[in-house]
Protein backbone atom coordinates (compact mmCIF):
# COMPACT_ATOMS: atom_id res chain seq x y z
CA UNK A 1 0.00 0.00 0.00
CA UNK A 2 2.80 2.26 0.93
CA UNK A 3 4.51 1.75 -2.38
CA UNK A 4 1.02 2.10 -4.23
CA UNK A 5 0.11 5.38 -2.77
CA UNK A 6 3.57 7.06 -3.37
CA UNK A 7 2.87 6.02 -7.27
CA UNK A 8 -0.05 7.40 -7.43
CA UNK A 9 1.37 10.64 -5.75
CA UNK A 10 4.20 10.76 -8.61
CA UNK A 11 2.18 10.02 -11.24
CA UNK A 12 -0.68 12.11 -11.08
CA UNK A 13 1.20 15.75 -11.30
CA UNK A 14 2.79 14.17 -14.76
CA UNK A 15 -1.07 13.36 -15.75
CA UNK A 16 -1.92 17.12 -15.18
CA UNK A 17 0.89 18.64 -16.67
CA UNK A 18 0.81 16.44 -19.86
CA UNK A 19 -3.28 17.87 -20.00
CA UNK A 20 -2.30 21.12 -19.73
CA UNK A 21 0.43 21.57 -22.38
CA UNK A 22 -2.17 19.34 -24.73
CA UNK A 23 -4.81 22.19 -24.24
CA UNK A 24 -2.38 25.19 -24.14
CA UNK A 25 -2.60 27.24 -27.42
CA UNK A 26 0.24 28.04 -29.67
CA UNK A 27 1.94 31.25 -29.12
CA UNK A 28 4.94 31.21 -31.80
CA UNK A 29 2.63 33.29 -34.10
CA UNK A 30 1.32 36.21 -31.37
CA UNK A 31 2.48 39.79 -31.65
CA UNK A 32 3.38 42.51 -29.03
CA UNK A 33 -0.02 43.43 -29.67
CA UNK A 34 -2.11 40.57 -28.83
CA UNK A 35 -3.07 39.59 -32.19
CA UNK A 36 -3.21 35.63 -33.22
CA UNK A 37 -1.20 34.70 -36.32
CA UNK A 38 -1.86 31.48 -38.95
CA UNK A 39 0.64 30.19 -40.79
CA UNK A 40 0.36 32.32 -44.07
CA UNK A 41 -1.27 34.90 -42.18
CA UNK A 42 -0.49 38.70 -44.16
CA UNK A 43 1.43 40.89 -41.84
CA UNK A 44 1.77 44.51 -42.07
CA UNK A 45 5.07 45.89 -40.91
CA UNK A 46 5.71 49.32 -40.29
CA UNK A 47 8.70 51.08 -38.75
CA UNK A 48 11.75 53.65 -38.26
CA UNK A 49 14.96 53.61 -40.67
CA UNK A 50 17.91 55.74 -38.99
CA UNK A 51 21.16 56.28 -39.81
CA UNK A 52 23.11 54.42 -36.96
CA UNK A 53 26.22 57.19 -36.76
CA UNK A 54 24.14 60.61 -36.90
CA UNK A 55 20.84 59.18 -36.14
CA UNK A 56 19.19 60.89 -38.78
CA UNK A 57 16.21 60.22 -40.36
CA UNK A 58 16.73 58.39 -44.06
CA UNK A 59 14.24 59.33 -46.85
CA UNK A 60 13.95 57.05 -49.86
CA UNK A 61 15.55 54.16 -48.03
CA UNK A 62 14.42 50.58 -49.99
CA UNK A 63 12.70 48.32 -47.73
CA UNK A 64 12.15 44.78 -50.16
CA UNK A 65 11.05 41.64 -49.33
CA UNK A 66 13.21 39.04 -50.84
CA UNK A 67 11.61 37.65 -54.09
CA UNK A 68 8.88 39.98 -53.37
CA UNK A 69 7.83 44.04 -53.90
CA UNK A 70 9.74 46.86 -52.77
CA UNK A 71 8.23 50.16 -50.80
CA UNK A 72 10.09 53.93 -49.73
CA UNK A 73 10.79 55.46 -46.75
CA UNK A 74 9.45 59.04 -46.73
CA UNK A 75 10.20 62.36 -45.37
CA UNK A 76 10.18 61.28 -41.91
CA UNK A 77 11.54 57.88 -42.80
CA UNK A 78 8.78 55.64 -41.95
CA UNK A 79 7.60 52.81 -43.95
CA UNK A 80 4.85 50.28 -43.84
CA UNK A 81 4.45 47.13 -45.86
CA UNK A 82 2.76 44.08 -45.49
CA UNK A 83 4.36 40.92 -45.64
CA UNK A 84 3.01 37.17 -46.71
CA UNK A 85 3.70 35.44 -43.52
CA UNK A 86 6.08 34.78 -40.92
CA UNK A 87 8.67 33.48 -42.88
CA UNK A 88 9.04 36.75 -44.65
CA UNK A 89 12.30 37.71 -44.94
CA UNK A 90 13.02 41.85 -45.33
CA UNK A 91 15.86 43.62 -47.15
CA UNK A 92 16.48 47.13 -45.75
CA UNK A 93 19.25 48.89 -48.41
CA UNK A 94 20.11 52.55 -48.78
CA UNK A 95 22.70 54.44 -50.76
CA UNK A 96 26.10 54.55 -48.86
CA UNK A 97 25.25 52.48 -46.30
CA UNK A 98 25.22 48.42 -45.44
CA UNK A 99 22.52 46.31 -46.72
CA UNK A 100 20.61 44.71 -43.34
CA UNK A 101 19.00 41.60 -44.08
CA UNK A 102 16.12 40.82 -41.15
CA UNK A 103 13.57 37.61 -41.39
CA UNK A 104 10.36 39.19 -39.90
CA UNK A 105 9.05 36.55 -37.59
CA UNK A 106 6.39 37.64 -34.88
CA UNK A 107 6.99 41.22 -35.13
CA UNK A 108 4.58 44.29 -36.83
CA UNK A 109 6.98 46.69 -35.83
CA UNK A 110 10.65 47.21 -37.15
CA UNK A 111 13.05 50.20 -36.07
CA UNK A 112 16.65 49.76 -39.12
CA UNK A 113 19.24 51.51 -37.89
CA UNK A 114 21.61 51.79 -41.34
CA UNK A 115 25.43 51.83 -40.75
CA UNK A 116 27.15 54.42 -43.57
CA UNK A 117 29.54 52.36 -45.49
CA UNK A 118 33.75 53.69 -45.64
CA UNK A 119 33.63 53.69 -49.69
CA UNK A 120 31.18 54.86 -52.25
CA UNK A 121 32.51 53.50 -54.80
CA UNK A 122 29.63 51.19 -54.91
CA UNK A 123 27.00 54.15 -56.01
CA UNK A 124 25.47 53.60 -59.27
CA UNK A 125 25.88 56.29 -61.91
CA UNK A 126 23.17 57.08 -64.76
CA UNK A 127 24.72 55.96 -68.06
CA UNK A 128 23.23 56.59 -71.60
CA UNK A 129 22.89 52.20 -71.49
CA UNK A 130 21.43 52.25 -68.34
CA UNK A 131 23.72 52.48 -65.13
CA UNK A 132 27.10 51.24 -63.84
CA UNK A 133 29.08 50.91 -61.09
CA UNK A 134 30.89 54.15 -60.04
CA UNK A 135 34.35 52.20 -59.48
CA UNK A 136 34.13 51.30 -63.09
CA UNK A 137 33.68 54.27 -64.80
CA UNK A 138 35.56 56.86 -62.08
CA UNK A 139 37.54 58.15 -65.17
CA UNK A 140 34.91 58.65 -67.31
CA UNK A 141 31.75 59.84 -65.62
CA UNK A 142 31.39 62.89 -62.60
CA UNK A 143 28.37 62.80 -60.76
CA UNK A 144 26.93 65.71 -58.50
CA UNK A 145 24.27 65.70 -56.07
CA UNK A 146 22.29 68.63 -55.19
CA UNK A 147 23.90 68.25 -51.66
CA UNK A 148 26.82 69.31 -53.16
CA UNK A 149 25.81 72.52 -55.78
CA UNK A 150 27.53 75.77 -55.40
CA UNK A 151 25.54 77.54 -53.36
CA UNK A 152 24.64 81.34 -53.26
CA UNK A 153 22.93 83.33 -55.90
CA UNK A 154 22.57 80.83 -59.23
CA UNK A 155 21.07 82.31 -62.51
CA UNK A 156 22.15 79.06 -64.70
CA UNK A 157 22.54 75.85 -64.12
CA UNK A 158 25.51 75.77 -65.21
CA UNK A 159 26.68 77.38 -62.14
CA UNK A 160 25.96 74.73 -60.16
CA UNK A 161 29.19 72.27 -61.08
CA UNK A 162 31.15 75.61 -61.86
CA UNK A 163 34.26 74.71 -60.29
CA UNK A 164 33.11 71.29 -59.40
CA UNK A 165 33.81 68.83 -62.05
CA UNK A 166 37.61 68.22 -63.28
CA UNK A 167 38.26 68.51 -66.80
CA UNK A 168 34.95 70.79 -67.23
CA UNK A 169 35.36 74.57 -67.53
CA UNK A 170 32.10 77.09 -67.21
CA UNK A 171 33.27 80.29 -68.12
CA UNK A 172 31.28 83.59 -68.91
CA UNK A 173 32.27 86.06 -71.49
CA UNK A 174 29.85 88.55 -70.40
CA UNK A 175 27.82 89.29 -66.79
CA UNK A 176 24.69 90.01 -68.71
CA UNK A 177 21.96 88.90 -67.57
CA UNK A 178 20.35 85.69 -69.90
CA UNK A 179 24.11 86.02 -71.67
CA UNK A 180 25.54 82.47 -72.62
CA UNK A 181 28.12 80.78 -70.15
CA UNK A 182 30.45 78.61 -72.22
CA UNK A 183 31.29 74.96 -70.86
CA UNK A 184 33.79 72.42 -72.20
CA UNK A 185 34.62 69.06 -71.28
CA UNK A 186 38.34 68.30 -71.03
CA UNK A 187 38.96 71.25 -73.99
CA UNK A 188 37.68 72.24 -77.16
CA UNK A 189 37.35 69.10 -79.23
CA UNK A 190 37.80 70.92 -82.70
CA UNK A 191 39.66 74.16 -84.00
CA UNK A 192 36.41 75.06 -86.45
CA UNK A 193 33.74 73.50 -84.51
CA UNK A 194 31.49 73.90 -81.76
CA UNK A 195 32.67 73.01 -78.50
CA UNK A 196 29.66 72.75 -76.58
CA UNK A 197 28.59 69.29 -75.10
CA UNK A 198 25.10 67.93 -75.49
CA UNK A 199 22.60 68.71 -72.80
CA UNK A 200 20.24 65.56 -71.97
CA UNK A 201 17.37 66.83 -69.63
CA UNK A 202 15.64 63.70 -68.39
CA UNK A 203 16.75 61.41 -70.88
CA UNK A 204 15.40 64.07 -73.69
CA UNK A 205 18.55 64.88 -75.47
CA UNK A 206 18.46 68.50 -76.74
CA UNK A 207 19.59 71.20 -79.92
CA UNK A 208 22.94 72.80 -79.00
CA UNK A 209 21.62 75.71 -80.22
CA UNK A 210 19.24 78.20 -78.48
CA UNK A 211 16.14 79.93 -79.78
CA UNK A 212 16.37 83.69 -80.15
CA UNK A 213 20.23 83.70 -78.61
CA UNK A 214 21.15 83.19 -75.27
CA UNK A 215 22.12 80.26 -72.81
CA UNK A 216 20.48 77.02 -74.52
CA UNK A 217 19.73 76.55 -70.97
CA UNK A 218 18.21 79.19 -69.53
CA UNK A 219 14.60 77.72 -69.62
CA UNK A 220 15.51 75.77 -66.71
CA UNK A 221 15.00 76.64 -63.24
CA UNK A 222 18.48 75.73 -61.05
CA UNK A 223 15.88 75.19 -58.39
CA UNK A 224 14.19 71.99 -59.99
CA UNK A 225 17.61 70.22 -60.90
CA UNK A 226 18.25 67.30 -58.43
CA UNK A 227 21.80 66.18 -59.80
CA UNK A 228 23.90 66.72 -62.89
CA UNK A 229 26.25 63.70 -64.19
CA UNK A 230 28.52 64.43 -66.42
CA UNK A 231 29.72 61.96 -69.62
CA UNK A 232 33.43 63.02 -70.32
CA UNK A 233 34.79 59.52 -72.25
CA UNK A 234 33.69 58.21 -75.28
CA UNK A 235 32.91 55.07 -73.97
CA UNK A 236 30.20 56.86 -71.66
CA UNK A 237 29.21 58.83 -74.79
CA UNK A 238 28.64 56.23 -77.75
CA UNK A 239 25.04 56.11 -77.47
CA UNK A 240 24.99 59.58 -78.75
CA UNK A 241 27.03 59.33 -81.59
CA UNK A 242 28.45 62.12 -83.23
CA UNK A 243 26.41 64.86 -80.73
CA UNK A 244 28.12 63.48 -77.82
CA UNK A 245 31.72 64.20 -79.45
CA UNK A 246 32.21 67.45 -76.85
CA UNK A 247 30.87 65.70 -73.91
CA UNK A 248 27.28 64.85 -72.77
CA UNK A 249 25.93 66.79 -69.57
CA UNK A 250 23.04 65.11 -68.28
CA UNK A 251 20.31 66.39 -66.21
CA UNK A 252 17.88 64.82 -63.70
CA UNK A 253 15.23 66.90 -62.10
CA UNK A 254 13.52 66.97 -59.05
CA UNK A 255 10.73 63.90 -58.40
CA UNK A 256 8.20 63.08 -55.78
CA UNK A 257 8.41 60.84 -53.19
CA UNK A 258 5.94 58.71 -51.02
CA UNK A 259 5.09 59.81 -48.19
CA UNK A 260 3.44 63.19 -46.59
CA UNK A 261 2.75 65.65 -49.21
CA UNK A 262 5.55 68.08 -48.71
CA UNK A 263 5.40 72.28 -49.36
CA UNK A 264 8.26 74.50 -49.70
CA UNK A 265 9.09 78.09 -50.72
CA UNK A 266 12.19 79.35 -50.95
CA UNK A 267 13.20 82.79 -51.89
CA UNK A 268 16.48 84.87 -52.09
CA UNK A 269 17.64 88.35 -53.22
CA UNK A 270 21.06 89.26 -54.56
CA UNK A 271 22.83 92.96 -54.80
CA UNK A 272 25.21 93.14 -58.00
CA UNK A 273 27.58 96.39 -58.26
CA UNK A 274 30.20 97.81 -60.90
CA UNK A 275 32.96 95.86 -58.76
CA UNK A 276 35.85 98.24 -60.44
CA UNK A 277 35.37 101.06 -62.44
CA UNK A 278 37.67 101.75 -65.02
CA UNK A 279 39.84 105.07 -64.71
CA UNK A 280 39.19 107.82 -66.53
CA UNK A 281 39.53 111.84 -65.76
CA UNK A 282 37.89 113.59 -63.62
CA UNK A 283 36.36 117.06 -65.18
CA UNK A 284 39.62 119.19 -63.31
CA UNK A 285 42.23 116.31 -64.48
CA UNK A 286 40.58 116.31 -67.85
CA UNK A 287 41.00 120.11 -68.19
CA UNK A 288 44.31 120.02 -66.81
CA UNK A 289 45.59 117.61 -69.07
CA UNK A 290 44.41 119.35 -72.69
CA UNK A 291 45.99 122.56 -71.33
CA UNK A 292 49.11 120.31 -70.83
CA UNK A 293 49.43 118.96 -74.13
CA UNK A 294 48.36 122.84 -75.32
CA UNK A 295 45.20 121.63 -76.16
CA UNK A 296 41.38 123.95 -75.86
CA UNK A 297 39.28 122.49 -73.23
CA UNK A 298 35.56 122.63 -74.47
CA UNK A 299 34.68 123.33 -71.07
CA UNK A 300 30.44 122.76 -70.19
CA UNK A 301 30.85 123.41 -66.54
CA UNK A 302 29.57 120.03 -65.23
CA UNK A 303 31.46 117.14 -63.20
CA UNK A 304 30.38 114.09 -64.74
CA UNK A 305 31.09 110.33 -64.06
CA UNK A 306 29.88 108.89 -67.14
CA UNK A 307 30.62 105.52 -66.24
CA UNK A 308 28.09 106.11 -63.22
CA UNK A 309 25.52 107.42 -64.86
CA UNK A 310 24.82 104.39 -67.07
CA UNK A 311 25.12 101.94 -64.27
CA UNK A 312 23.12 101.22 -61.56
CA UNK A 313 23.26 98.91 -58.14
CA UNK A 314 21.53 95.26 -59.35
CA UNK A 315 18.84 93.45 -57.51
CA UNK A 316 17.87 89.37 -58.32
CA UNK A 317 15.14 87.96 -57.14
CA UNK A 318 14.18 84.41 -56.66
CA UNK A 319 10.93 83.13 -56.19
CA UNK A 320 10.18 78.90 -55.93
CA UNK A 321 7.08 77.52 -54.69
CA UNK A 322 6.64 73.27 -54.72
CA UNK A 323 4.85 70.74 -53.87
CA UNK A 324 5.67 66.82 -53.81
CA UNK A 325 4.40 63.74 -52.38
CA UNK A 326 2.62 61.05 -52.89
CA UNK A 327 2.09 57.04 -52.22
CA UNK A 328 3.50 53.57 -52.67
CA UNK A 329 2.65 53.31 -56.62
CA UNK A 330 2.23 57.13 -57.01
CA UNK A 331 4.45 60.08 -56.90
CA UNK A 332 3.80 63.25 -58.29
CA UNK A 333 5.98 66.74 -58.07
CA UNK A 334 5.28 70.43 -59.37
CA UNK A 335 6.64 73.09 -58.89
CA UNK A 336 6.50 77.39 -60.15
CA UNK A 337 9.69 80.11 -60.04
CA UNK A 338 9.97 83.30 -61.10
CA UNK A 339 13.57 85.06 -61.49
CA UNK A 340 13.92 88.78 -61.59
CA UNK A 341 17.43 89.68 -62.53
CA UNK A 342 18.56 93.24 -63.62
CA UNK A 343 22.18 93.68 -64.89
CA UNK A 344 24.35 96.74 -64.04
CA UNK A 345 23.67 98.51 -66.80
CA UNK A 346 20.55 100.46 -66.57
CA UNK A 347 17.45 99.12 -69.06
CA UNK A 348 19.06 95.30 -69.00
CA UNK A 349 16.83 93.01 -67.50
CA UNK A 350 16.16 89.07 -67.79
CA UNK A 351 13.02 87.86 -66.24
CA UNK A 352 12.12 83.32 -66.34
CA UNK A 353 8.35 82.38 -65.76
CA UNK A 354 8.99 78.35 -65.23
CA UNK A 355 6.32 75.70 -64.48
CA UNK A 356 7.37 72.19 -63.80
CA UNK A 357 5.24 68.91 -63.19
CA UNK A 358 5.72 65.33 -63.45
CA UNK A 359 4.33 62.05 -61.99
CA UNK A 360 5.45 58.64 -62.14
CA UNK A 361 2.90 55.09 -61.83
CA UNK A 362 3.51 51.70 -61.24
CA UNK A 363 1.39 48.52 -62.47
CA UNK A 364 1.63 45.18 -62.46
CA UNK A 365 3.32 44.41 -59.38
CA UNK A 366 5.95 47.20 -59.87
CA UNK A 367 7.05 45.84 -63.54
CA UNK A 368 5.70 48.32 -65.50
CA UNK A 369 6.14 52.21 -64.74
CA UNK A 370 5.28 54.78 -66.23
CA UNK A 371 6.88 58.12 -65.89
CA UNK A 372 5.51 61.89 -67.07
CA UNK A 373 7.82 65.07 -67.17
CA UNK A 374 6.44 69.02 -68.28
CA UNK A 375 8.20 71.88 -68.12
CA UNK A 376 6.62 75.17 -69.21
CA UNK A 377 8.88 78.12 -69.72
CA UNK A 378 8.77 81.97 -70.66
CA UNK A 379 12.29 84.51 -70.70
CA UNK A 380 11.83 88.07 -71.07
CA UNK A 381 15.15 89.64 -72.00
CA UNK A 382 15.34 93.59 -72.48
CA UNK A 383 18.83 94.60 -73.79
CA UNK A 384 20.07 97.92 -74.37
CA UNK A 385 22.93 98.82 -76.80
CA UNK A 386 25.92 98.10 -74.45
CA UNK A 387 28.44 98.11 -76.28
CA UNK A 388 27.75 101.59 -77.75
CA UNK A 389 26.79 102.80 -74.12
CA UNK A 390 30.11 101.84 -72.53
CA UNK A 391 32.23 103.30 -75.32
CA UNK A 392 30.94 106.63 -75.07
CA UNK A 393 31.17 106.58 -71.32
CA UNK A 394 34.69 106.06 -71.39
CA UNK A 395 35.45 108.71 -74.61
CA UNK A 396 33.01 111.63 -73.65
CA UNK A 397 34.33 114.60 -72.03
CA UNK A 398 33.50 114.64 -68.41
CA UNK A 399 32.62 118.52 -67.95
CA UNK A 400 29.13 117.82 -70.37
CA UNK A 401 26.43 117.84 -67.65
CA UNK A 402 24.30 114.69 -68.56
CA UNK A 403 20.68 116.60 -68.75
CA UNK A 404 19.51 119.78 -70.03
CA UNK A 405 17.43 122.42 -68.45
CA UNK A 406 14.18 120.47 -68.15
CA UNK A 407 15.71 117.41 -66.64
CA UNK A 408 15.79 115.34 -69.69
CA UNK A 409 18.89 113.52 -71.41
CA UNK A 410 21.15 115.91 -72.94
CA UNK A 411 21.84 116.29 -76.69
CA UNK A 412 24.74 117.34 -78.45
CA UNK A 413 26.30 117.68 -81.73
CA UNK A 414 29.73 116.71 -80.79
CA UNK A 415 29.17 113.46 -78.24
CA UNK A 416 26.70 111.23 -77.69
CA UNK A 417 24.87 111.09 -74.83
CA UNK A 418 24.87 107.11 -73.74
CA UNK A 419 21.61 107.83 -71.70
CA UNK A 420 19.94 108.65 -74.97
CA UNK A 421 20.32 104.85 -76.55
CA UNK A 422 18.41 103.85 -73.20
CA UNK A 423 15.34 106.06 -74.43
CA UNK A 424 15.27 105.90 -78.67
CA UNK A 425 16.56 102.08 -79.13
CA UNK A 426 14.59 98.59 -77.61
CA UNK A 427 15.40 95.38 -78.58
CA UNK A 428 13.71 92.81 -76.43
CA UNK A 429 13.53 88.95 -76.77
CA UNK A 430 10.65 86.91 -75.74
CA UNK A 431 11.45 82.98 -75.67
CA UNK A 432 8.61 80.47 -74.94
CA UNK A 433 9.79 77.01 -74.66
CA UNK A 434 8.33 73.63 -73.75
CA UNK A 435 9.92 70.24 -73.05
CA UNK A 436 7.95 67.20 -72.25
CA UNK A 437 8.45 63.48 -72.53
CA UNK A 438 6.45 60.29 -71.78
CA UNK A 439 8.84 57.33 -70.34
CA UNK A 440 7.22 53.75 -70.06
CA UNK A 441 9.73 51.07 -68.50
CA UNK A 442 8.75 47.18 -68.35
CA UNK A 443 10.81 44.38 -66.56
CA UNK A 444 11.41 41.95 -68.65
CA UNK A 445 13.31 39.49 -66.60
CA UNK A 446 15.73 40.15 -63.68
CA UNK A 447 18.30 43.14 -64.68
CA UNK A 448 16.46 43.20 -67.91
CA UNK A 449 14.33 46.14 -68.53
CA UNK A 450 12.78 47.97 -71.54
CA UNK A 451 12.21 51.55 -72.17
CA UNK A 452 10.36 53.76 -74.00
CA UNK A 453 10.66 57.36 -74.46
CA UNK A 454 8.64 59.62 -76.32
CA UNK A 455 9.71 63.35 -76.18
CA UNK A 456 8.70 66.57 -77.66
CA UNK A 457 11.07 70.04 -77.36
CA UNK A 458 8.91 72.96 -78.71
CA UNK A 459 10.91 76.49 -78.55
CA UNK A 460 9.72 79.31 -80.23
CA UNK A 461 10.81 83.29 -79.79
CA UNK A 462 10.08 86.65 -80.62
CA UNK A 463 12.52 89.96 -80.98
CA UNK A 464 11.32 93.35 -81.02
CA UNK A 465 14.03 95.84 -82.43
CA UNK A 466 13.60 99.61 -82.52
CA UNK A 467 15.53 102.34 -83.34
CA UNK A 468 14.16 105.88 -83.05
CA UNK A 469 15.33 108.78 -85.06
Known amino acids: MRKFFLYKAGFLPLLLMAMFLFYLPPVSGKTGGGIQLQQGQAISISGKITDAVSGNLLDGAT?????????????????????????????FSY????TQVIPVGVRTTIDVQLTPTTSDLGQVIVMGYGSQSKKDVTGAVKSIKSEAFNRGIINAPEQLLQGKVAGVNVTSASGEPGGALGITIRGPGSLRAQSTPLFVIDGVALDNNSTGGGNPLNFLNPQDI??????????????????????????????????????????????????????????????????????TVDDKGADTDWQREITRTALTQNYNLAVSGGAEKLTYYASFGLQKQEGI???????RYTGRFNVSQKFLQD???????????????????????????????????????????ARYQDIN???????????????????????????????LVYKLNFGIDNSNGTRDYQQMP
Do not use: C, H, M, W
Open 226 to 295: ESIDVLKDASATAIYGSRGSNGVVLVTTRKGKAGVSVLTLTTSLGVSTLARALPVFSAAEFKRQVTAIGG
Open 95 to 98: IGYT
Open 417 to 447: NPLQYFELEKDVTKINRILGNLTASVKLAKG
Open 345 to 351: IKKNDFN
Open 367 to 409: KLTIEANLTATGTVNTRPPISAAIGDALANNPTYPVYDANGAP
Open 63 to 91: IAIRGGKTTLSNASGLYSITVPGTDAVLV
